[in-house]
């Protein structure tokens, strides 16, 4: 029999591969729609895992809750609106996350759910806090997060300034930032204040 800390590592696992794939690829299809073939190029649109999961950022996430993809390379200078193209391709990850989330909640509230389909039904829970979680944690402002380009694109000026030019340190910053206990503590806040949101919309479906 199969013990229940070794099946719900393994659903943590399908749940980081699926999130994190459907992830970039909503990014690379929506840099391709807005003109730019970059994605398509690198063989990033496709579902396939491989072309997105990197292994580093795929343990990292898994032990220590924090980890990356490989980010799709895009040529924003392809789209015939540079800012909106921008903004809008860096939206489209947390919003395919979101997506999840919701579908994942839908499904388990319209659900009645057997002793036999309890796998199912615990893969769904840990698929939507997975999602809320990448999803609040790419919207942040911080390079080289979704959310800092999509708030320098937005805000121009001083904003866009200070948001690119501390890219080249993002990486220690975040971890910085990871350490610190108050910053984890919004992020749990904000990560239940999506949950809650998506969970009430959900209730309009039921």
């Known amino acids: 029999m199969i013990s229940n800390n070794f099946s719900e590592t393994i659903f943590v696992i399908i749940a980081i591969i699926v999130s994190l794939t459907i992830h970039e690829y909503s990014h690379a299809v929506a840099a391709t729609v807005l003109g730019d073939d970059t994605p398509k190029v690198y063989n990033r649109l496709t579902f396939n895992p491989f072309s997105h999961i990197d292994l580093v950022g795929f343990l990292a ?5 924090f980890g990356w993809a490989k980010p799709v390379p895009v040529n924003p200078y392809n789209f015939k609106n540079r800012r909106i193209g921008i903004i809008i391709t860096s939206i489209a990850g947390p919003i395919a996350n979101i997506l999840l ?3 994942s909640a839908l499904i388990l509230f319209k659900t009645n759910f057997t002793q036999e389909s309890l796998g199912v039904a615990e893969f769904l829970k ?5 999602n809320t979680g990448l999803a609040v944690f790419n ?3 911080l390079p080289p997060l979704d959310g800092s380009k999509i708030f320098a694109e937005l805000f121009r000026g ?3 300034y200070y948001i690119y030019s501390f890219e080249r340190y993002s990486n220690l910053i975040l971890f910085m930032l990871l350490w610190f206990a108050p910053f984890r503590s919004i992020l749990i806040y904000l990560n239940r204040l999506l949950g809650t949101i998506i969970i009430n919309l959900v209730q309009i479906f039921i």
């Open 139 to 141: 919207l942040l402002p």
């Open 101 to 103: 989330a919701f579908f």
């Open 61 to 65: 996430l898994l032990v220590v809750k």
């Open 158 to 160: 001083k904003m866009a």
């Open 126 to 130: 840990i698929l939507f806090f997975m």
